[in-house]
C-alpha cells in the first residue's frame, strides 16, 4: 500500500517559514531587502504590536507588473538570479525567492504595487491569490497582518511586545547603516522612531551610534588587492560591557561570523582588557566570487573562500588604524 503523499503547498511553505521567518524582525529583514534591491531611494516601515500585529513597508522602488505579483509569492521564484553562475556571484540581498511565500504562508499578506510605466496598481491578496485594481503613484507596499495567525504552536514563541519591537528595531538599524544613502523611516504604533536623511556614512552612523561613538572612535580605512576595509571602530574609552555596537557588513549585507569577530577581538587583545568589548561599525567588501552568502536561509553566516587572507587583512587594518596617532580620529584629542 502507498503512503507517500505530496504535501499541499500552502503546508510546505508553513514548514519553510520556520526557517525563514522566526519572528516579526524576520519578517521585517526580508520586506526590507526586497525594498533595497528593488532600487528605492527612500523606504517607510509602519510597525504595529512590535510587528506582530502589522509590519507595512513602503517603497518607491521599480514596483511589480500585474503578471509577476502572484509569481512573487510562489516558492522559488525570483527575478534575482537565473543561473549558478548568477548565484555564485549575487549582488541583490535576496536571491532564493522563498521569503515572501513563506510569509504569507504564515500571516495576512498583500502586496499592493506599481510597475514602472503602468497606468496604475494592483494588489494582491496573499490568501487567495486574487488580484484588484488599487491606488498607489509608485514603488510597492507589503503589508503583513496578524503575524502565525494560523500557527497557534509559533504565536506561543513570540515574546512581549517590547521585545519584538527590540528586534525589528535592530534589523532596521543594519539596514540603514548599511545604505546610508537611503532615507529611512520608522515607526512603531503610530510614534516616529527614526526618520534619517539620505547622508554620508558617517552622518548616519553618527544618527544611530551616537556622536559619542563617532568622537571616541577610529576611521578605518584599508585596501588590498579585492578586499576593502572601511568604518569606525572605538577606542578603549568607549569600550562596553556587552556586545550590542558590532556591526560588521560584507558587501553590504549584516553578517555574524566567527572569523571576522575574532580577527576584531584580537585587534583589540592588547589595548581592550577584561570584559569589555569594542563597538564597530565595518563594512568589508570582497569580490562577491570570494565569499558564499548561501550557508542559511537568514544569509547572517557567510564562508569565505580565502578565510585566512580576510582574517590577516581585517586584523592588520584594525590593528593600524587603532595604533594611529589622534590625528585620524575625528574630534579625538591626542593622547
Ligand atoms: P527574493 O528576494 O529571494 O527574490 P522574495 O520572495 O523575497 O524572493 O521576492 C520574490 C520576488 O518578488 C523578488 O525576486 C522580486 O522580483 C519581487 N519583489 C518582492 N518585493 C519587491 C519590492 N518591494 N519591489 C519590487 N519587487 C519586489
Ligand atoms: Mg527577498
Redesign the pocket.
Known sequence: MSVIHRLPDLLVNQIAAGEVVERPASVLK??L???V??GSRAIEVQLEQGGVRRIRVA?D????DRD?LAL?LERH????IATLDDLERVA??????????AIAAVARTT?T?RAAGASHAWRIDGSDRSLAPAALNN??V?DVADLYFNTPARRKFLKSEGTEFAHCDEMFRRVALARPDLALQLSHNARVIHRLPPGTPLARVGALMGDDFVTHAREVEAESGALRLTGLASLPAYSRASRDAQYFFVNGRFVRDKLLTHAVRQAYADILHGARHPAYVLFLSIDPAGVDVNVHPAKIEVRFRDARAVHQFVFHALTRALAESGAAAAGTPAP
Do not use: H
Not at 61 to 64: L, M, R, T
Not at 92 to 101: I, K, S, V, Y
Open positions: 526580508e520586506v531587502e526586497n525594498a534591491d528593488a517603497d522602488g521599480c514596483g511589480i509577476d512573487a521564484a525570483t527575478s534575482k541583490t540581498m535576496g536571491f532564493r525567492g522563498e521569503a515572501l511565500a502586496i504595487s514603488g510597492t507589503v
